[in-house]
């Protein structure tokens, strides 16, 4: 089966721009999360959606952090303005039934780097 | 709340010696258990887990883990040690009626030929 793909692999910017991300998860995977993963830092989840619904954003900072996943398959995670401490590489992950006992698949992440 | 803890940021062996890593955790139910494997510029690969049954678990590349109720503990083992298992290592913890799957904050582990 093809894996989780994310877009771009690479992305350097200037501190108040904007960038955006995109995730295509494993088809079926109804659960898809975004994980922020500052070096030196285990993986931290921004936000979780089941199908096309949100089930937690408690740890996504929204005033600059934004996420959709439109139809329920490919989404996309946005910052903006960026500031230099969102450097980091951004994974997105898909599961089935919320991976209770499956875990997730892991796409290769985006690595930001904010100058 | 849950959480993980890696004792050791780095682990250093000889290649051919047994490797092992350390997790602690803690949950408030049910423990459900993970090891990932990260190497360069690449994403998260599942090794194994513990949902539920014998407490010594079996994963990819001839990796296993020890489950540890009374210790909360689930220590990552491979008996002998190959120069291309050096990477980054997580464990990560959910509670049973939880979905949120939580990480340490990873342990590097070096081979040496």
């Known amino acids: 089966e093809a894996g989780v793909a994310q877009s771009p692999r690479y992305k350097i910017i200037e501190k108040r721009q904007s960038v955006a991300f995109w995730c295509n998860p494993i088809?079926?995977?109804?659960?898809l999360y975004w994980y922020q993963q500052i070096l030196g830092q285990g993986p931290k989840l921004l936000i979780q959606?089941?199908?096309?619904?949100?089930?937690?954003d408690s740890q996504l900072p929204k005033d600059r952090f934004s996420a959709e996943r439109l139809k329920g398959v490919d989404s996309t995670l946005k910052i903006q303005p960026a500031k230099l401490e969102d450097s980091a590489v951004y994974l997105c992950?898909?599961?089935?039934?919320?991976?209770?006992?499956?875990?997730?698949?892991f796409g290769s992440g985006t690595r930001l780097t904010v100058v | 709340a849950q959480s993980v803890a890696q004792p050791e940021d780095q682990v250093n062996v000889a290649e051919g010696n047994p490797l092992t890593v350390k997790c602690t955790y803690s949950?408030?139910?049910?423990?459900?258990l993970f090891w990932y494997v990260q190497y360069p510029n690449r994403g998260l690969q599942f090794l194994l887990k513990?949902?539920?049954?014998?407490?010594l678990v079996k994963g990819s590349y001839g990796f296993e883990a020890e489950f540890n109720k009374s210790q909360t503990s689930f220590h990552l083992k491979k008996p002998s040690a190959l120069v291309s298992d050096s990477a980054l290592y997580f464990c990560?913890?959910?509670?049973?009626?939880?979905?949120?799957?939580?990480f340490g904050a990873g342990t590097t582990v070096t081979v040496r030929a």
């Open positions: 088809s079926g995977h109804a659960t």
């Open positions: 990560a913890v959910r509670d049973g009626g939880d979905y949120k799957l939580s």
């Open positions: 992950a898909s599961s089935l039934e919320g991976g209770r006992a499956y875990g997730y698949t």
């Open positions: 959606f089941q199908n096309n619904g949100v089930v937690d």
């Open positions: 513990y949902i539920t049954g014998d407490n």
């Open positions: 949950v408030s139910g049910n423990p459900y």
